[in-house]
């Protein structure tokens, strides 16, 4: 392999994992909080992809309108979601509102199929120029969405440990982290606290979603369940309820993934398979992931 | 007012207990398609191609009339089986119509042979598919010519020597067609210099198609289903892979132009049929209603599902009778029969027909030539 190939990998590699970043530090961020895995992650960053979609091809709107939109109706979706299906179990055993949240991911991808058609919708002529355009830093090829993507997820993981760490809303949701019971006898609206943690977890797969499309050009209502299930891996991999984790995790996986097929070419078809035999190695090994803590239990 | 509207709920009664006494049975064909899943637009194209057919050939035989029974298999292996099985024991069907890929069919043969349903595959080209099966059909060419014709496209008319082959692994379609142009490429005497994998549903190609890049081909041999086509083109584009791409009957769907852009440009694929090689009159028919009906460009699909259909009818109007086994036996006799892609003839399950070459450009499916087998 030559030179110019391994940066040209390790150049895929992080424009792959930057994404993967992105979607994880949403899915880690409500279970850091919930002690919920939230299946329905990738199946809100769909419908994120969906809004944009159609904000941009049908109301002709401009892209600084089109993505405060997305994500403020992901947001929306995110505050049903928990009240209609999450909120009604809150007092049950913690595997029931997992079972509801894989029902409320495949209740997404059918009504997706059925609303939206089975069909994948091409993206490519609306997507910005910024994001379209090729780099090409002597003979290395960046796709514009390599440079722009890893920014916006380092941005949106200072914006979420700003609101976490130094906001009234974000001790509240420390607070209901450590526990619920003791936090609802202070006084506090834990629906609402978790209402906000859906709100801004279900934002920022939309600007996954969106992100998604930039780089692949299509969607399609199934489009969430393999980033969602990377994600899901790069946050157990980081150690999930840690946000700097799952962004660590993201690029890990991404880069993890590429190097598979760069260094391996002759199983490049098992990529999937390297990624979650990685999942299951850490599963086994180091549960807590690598910045995770180990989980002490509630009394 | 009470004894009226009793009196009227009872004659009602009786047209409808004598309405369908006097309604004859119909003769059921059942639809085993991808309409959704990945490979959702060959079984919706397919599907369009089969309603159109039956409102221009007057869906009846022997006196009685043909209903299609529809059912997805969500582009699905197990799932095609569980349809074929269910298409056969609860809906009654007669010969089922479907699946349109490969690895699909496979599966659901299975099925055929047991209950001793004929099933025809409208596009499903893996030799596999019917070898070996006496209830499986298919209404198309098969791989090892058009892997063959393509080869030689690239070899003769493209001057390529150093071939690179990104694969489906998932597909048998996929798997078989790079074997047959790999093997007739290097019997040609040109070179394979890279051959990478990937998987139905997958979206990042980059990591194979660095090391394509790396080894400098001179064609690019990607013979998957038309979203890993388009997304393929793209990456390999953006990568600045300039080797033209060459594919199989897979890319033929509006989704390849949507998702592909100006990357797929000058992409040229064997095919297994162009509206301008619409020879038939049937066919110049069907490529009139199409355009009138769906207000788009006609595709191989569709017109390959609608053959299936006529394929069909022909056997059970010459069978003269609805019995499976005889369906089957009718089918495999079905000689110079008029369908809309050409004329077909059945030859051990497979029907014998030329495989067409196109292009894109601007955006559009062109024909480029025809070979003939």
Redesign the interface.
């Known amino acids: 392999?030559?030179l110019e190939?391994l940066v040209?990998?390790l150049m895929?590699?992080i424009?792959?994992g930057s994404l993967y970043a992105l979607i994880a530090i949403g899915y880690t961020m409500v279970y850091g909080i919930l002690r919920l895995i939230n299946f329905a992650h990738g199946d809100v960053f769909m419908v994120g992809a969906y809004t944009a979609f159609y904000l941009v091809s049908f109301f002709l709107l401009p892209w600084w309108a089109v993505v405060p939109l997305t994500l403020l109706a992901a947001a929306l979706l995110g505050m049903f979601i928990d009240r209609v299906a999450y909120r009604p179990l809150r007092q049950e055993p913690r595997i029931s509102a997992l079972i509801t949240a894989v029902g409320v991911s495949f209740f997404l991808e059918t009504l997706g199929?059925v609303v939206l058609?089975?069909?994948?919708?091409?993206?490519?002529?609306y997507i910005p120029g910024l994001f379209a355009r090729?780099y090409?830093l002597a003979?290395i090829?960046i796709?514009g969405v390599a440079v722009w993507v890893p920014l916006l997820s380092l941005a949106c993981l200072g914006l979420l440990l700003y609101i976490i760490y130094n906001t009234k809303v974000g001790m509240a949701m420390r607070a209901v982290a450590t526990d619920i019971e003791t936090v609802r006898l202070m006084g506090v609206n834990v629906d609402r606290i978790i209402s906000y943690t859906f709100a801004l977890g279900s934002a920022l797969a939309a600007a996954g979603g969106i992100m998604w499309a930039f780089?692949?050009?299509?969607i399609?209502p199934?489009?969430g369940i393999?980033p969602g299930w990377k994600a899901f891996t790069a946050a157990v991999v980081g150690g999930i309820g840690n946000i700097t984790g799952a962004m660590l995790g993201g690029f890990i996986i991404g880069l993890a993934?590429?190097?598979?097929?760069?260094f391996f070419?002759d199983?490049?078809?098992y990529?999937?398979a390297f990624v979650f035999a990685i999942l299951i190695a850490f599963l086994l090994v180091k549960p807590t992931g690598i910045l995770g803590e180990s989980l002490k239990e509630k009394v | 007012m009470k004894k009226f509207t009793l009196v009227l709920l009872a004659g009602l009664l009786v047209l409808a207990l004598t309405g369908s006494a006097l309604a004859v049975e119909p003769i059921k064909i059942g639809l085993n398609l991808e309409m959704t899943g990945a490979v959702a637009a060959y079984g919706q194209m397919g599907y369009e191609g089969l309603q159109l057919i039956q409102e221009l050939v007057k869906p009846e035989v022997l006196g009685r009339p043909v209903q299609l029974v529809l059912m997805d298999n969500k582009s699905d292996k197990a799932e095609a089986a569980i349809v074929a099985d269910r298409l056969i024991e609860k809906e009654k069907v007669v010969a089922i119509i479907g699946t349109m890929t490969s690895s699909a069919l496979l599966s659901a043969g299975a099925e055929g042979e047991k209950y001793k349903v004929p099933m025809i595959g409208p596009s499903t080209t893996n030799p596999l598919v019917t070898q070996g099966k006496k209830y499986v059909f298919r209404a198309c060419f098969i791989d090892p010519f058009q892997g063959k014709i393509a080869a030689k496209f690239a070899y003769d008319q493209l001057k390529a020597r150093r071939a690179a082959i990104l694969v489906d692994v998932a597909q048998d379609y996929c798997v078989g067609l790079g074997k047959f142009f790999e093997d007739e490429f290097k019997r040609l005497g040109g070179r394979v210099v890279a051959k990478q994998f990937i998987k139905t549903g997958d979206q990042d190609f980059s990591a194979q198609l660095t090391a394509i890049k790396n080894a400098n081909p001179d064609i690019l041999y990607i013979p998957n289903y038309y979203t890993e086509i388009a997304l393929a083109a793209r990456q390999a584009r953006a990568l600045g892979i300039k080797a033209p791409i060459l594919s199989g009957d897979g890319a033929d769907a509006p989704e390849l132009v949507q998702i592909g852009g100006d990357a797929v440009e000058g992409l040229m694929h064997t095919a297994f049929w162009h509206e301008k090689a619409a020879m038939t009159p049937l066919g110049k028919k069907y490529v009139e209603a199409y355009r009138k009906k769906y207000g788009k460009e006609p595709n191989a699909f569709g017109a390959l599902a609608a053959d299936s259909y006529l394929i069909i009818l022909d056997a059970i109007k010459r069978a003269k009778s609805a019995d499976p086994t005889k369906i089957r036996d009718a089918i495999e006799a079905t000689k110079n029969l008029e369908v809309v892609t050409g004329t077909v003839t059945i030859e051990n399950g497979d029907a014998i027909k030329p495989v067409v070459i196109r292009k894109v450009v601007n955006g559009k499916f062109e024909y480029l030539a025809t070979v003939n087998p």
Do not use: C, H
């Open positions: 392999m030559t190939t040209q990998q895929n590699g424009s792959l199929i058609g089975a069909r994948p919708k091409g993206f490519t002529e090729v090409d003979g090829k796709p780089k692949f050009w299509q399609q199934l489009m393999y993934e590429i190097m598979a097929v760069a070419p199983f490049s078809g990529r999937d």
